[in-house]
Each structure stands twice: as C-alpha cells, then as structure tokens.
C-alpha cells in the first residue's frame, strides 16, 4: 500500500451507494448500515469516495453486506493515488523512458503530491496489471463462487494516442481486478483471449458491462453471447451532455470569479478580526435559525435591565433561536463561510456536474444575502434611544 502524502483538506466528496434495494432474503428494504470513507489523489485533484453498505433490518438472519459496485478505473483496491496517476508512471517509464525520479517531479508541480518512494511503487503496479493474472488464484476463484457469480466490468485505459492500451477485466461486486494485458492493437481477434480467460475460470458470469469499443464489444460477444451485456450508461450520457461543454466551461469560470471574490471578502473581515467556521448548507443552522441583524444605530442602545430581560426570557425556548444577534462583519463572515463551502461542492458528472451544483449553491447564497439585506432595511430603527424588546 502507497501511503497517503496529499492534503485532504480540499477533497471532493463522492458517495458510492450498494445498488440493493430490497433485502433478498425476506423483501424488507435495506438500510445503509455503514460507511466506509476513502481518500484518492488523482491527477485532477484529491476526492473523498464513502461506500455506503447496506443491512437487513428485519431480524430475517440473512447477514449478507450489500456493497457498491466498485470501479477500478477509478483507482485499484488498497492504493491511494488514482489508477491515471498509476497509468502516467508506468507509460511514461516504460515508453518515454523518462525516470522515476523526473516523473514525480512533474507530478508534484502538477499539484499531485508524491513521495519518490511512492513513485517506484505505482510503477510497480502498473507492471504488476500489465501481467495480471489474479483470476487464476485458486483462493479468489473459491470465493468468487461463495458470492454466486461474478459481474464482469471491461474497459481499456491508454495514456494518449499512440501508446497501448491496458485491458482490465475484473468483478464489479467484489472489486478485484481478475485478468490485465497490455495491447499494442485492439481488434477482436487480439482481445478474445482475454475473455476466453475468464471463461476458463468456470465461475458463473451474471452480466457483462463494457464500453462499445469497436474491438472489445465484439469479442465479448463472441465469447460469451449467452450472458446479459449492458453497454456503459454512463458513457452514452457523457455523449448526450457534450453540447454542454462550452456552457459548463462558462459557469466554471464565473464559479471561479465569484469564489475569488468571497475569498478576499473573507480576508478582510479576517484581518479586521470577524470569523465564521464553516458549516454545510442545509443544516439546521442555516435553515432554521433565522439572521437577525444588529446595525450600528443598534450598537448604541442601552442594554435592558435584568427585570426586563427576566419578563421577556421564554422558558423552554429553543437556545438556536434564543442566541444572540449578529453583527453585519459577522453575517458578512456566515455568509462568506457559506459561499466558500458551497463553491467545493461536490457533483458528479454528467447528470450532476460540479460546476453547476456549486453554481445553484452560490445562487441560494445569493438569495440569503438578499433577505438578510431586506430584512436589515425592516429592523433598522432611526432612533438611538428605544430599547430592544
């Protein structure tokens, strides 16, 4: 295992939920029974993948553990650093000839921190794929069969145009890569074999997932044409979302400006003294506790005297609602926390593209900064000598 040097701070957050609804013992619906989080360092930055587990509740006895699809494209079982970061070292290596210790220099003033330890050991497994054969263990075959089967996922993953493409084949339900081979060509003929591979692993194979990839669809159906084959959704979804490309690329941008903004906003209330720990949108805080504005005029009021604050005090009041008001530097500070949280937001593409979640989270901040105006104008009082109430 690759030990994690990079700062987490920062990570995008991706949730990975069991696709199990219904408990298959006795039909009850599963709850989400645990939470496995896992930080990952790609080349685009660092993400936070919690695995969400699902349990029966009903008491049935089936202990089963519902687990997410796993994705080793993404990044392979037991390693930190992402599988195009693995893909880099290995290619750039073994092609370019370029060595390790220039490769994670590059890497790290492309703002993905690596150890040179670290890149000796990502080049060691990406020759450890390029001569996979852990479906051949007899032990993993042993329990491939205990879980009923295997879903076989398959996918080539190439560093640029002209260098071979890595063949990955491996289970989706447990996550282990199964067969790995590096191809120079990738016709039909040169990717039967990998399949015929799997096959003389004589465990049941329930489905097949895979790209429409002009060699690879063809051979996975030669090898196995009786086994249901979905082609990648995701995939064809990426192909109806790329008409948006230019306006995402816009709204990333104008995402960029307005964190920029909020950033030396929240500077200054820094240096003048003014913080606020940031905390998540739609938390009860933020929905809940309403804003209420102190304004300089206020500042000056005489403060009640205890018999009146004893007459107004509500017993059993909720104390969020009961606390203080703020000043204007410490809404300012609220909403910059707000803005500068809701600006990392997480999404994932294409349905949900992170730059349009974070722009909607910067609009609702935008809104509330607009109420808390109105209601400052509301609760302005042209007179220094009233008291509160």
Known sequence: MVRRSFDVSEAV????????????????????????????????????????????????????????????????????????????????????????????????????????????????????????????????????????????????????????????????????PLFGERKTFKGKDDLVPLFERVKALDVPVLGIVSDKEKGLFPAVLEVFPDVPYQVCQNHFLKNCAECMSGDLADLKASVSDRAEKVQRIASRLHKAGVNSEEWELGSPRCDEAPIEIVTDEEEEVEAPSPAEDTETESVGADPVLQAEPLTEAQVAAEFTAMAKHAARASGRAPLRPPDMVRDEGLERVRAAVQAAAAKRGAHTRPSTSSKRR
């Open 13 to 176: 957050l991706l949730y990975a939920e069991a696709p199990a609804r219904v408990c298959e013992a006795c039909g009850a619906n599963l709850w989400i029974r645990w939470h496995v989080p896992r930080f990952v360092q790609r080349l685009d930055g660092v993400y936070q993948v919690v695995r969400q587990v699902k349990g029966c509740p009903a008491g049935c006895g089936n202990k089963r553990k519902y687990r997410p699809y796993e994705d080793v494209r993404f990044v392979l079982p037991r390693l930190t650093y992402g599988t195009d970061v693995v893909i880099e070292v290995g290619e750039r290596q073994l092609r370019g000839g370029t060595s390790l210790r220039a490769i994670g220099r590059d890497l790290n003033e492309r703002g993905v921190p690596v150890e040179q330890s670290h890149v000796g050991e990502l080049f060691r497994s990406y020759l450890a794929l390029t001569k996979l054969a852990r479906g051949d263990d007899h032990a993993l075959r042993k329990r491939l069969l205990e879980q009923g089967g295997v879903i076989l996922s398959a996918d080539g993953v190439q560093y640029d145009d002209t260098s071979p493409v890595l063949y990955l084949v491996w289970d989706v339900l447990s996550g282990q």
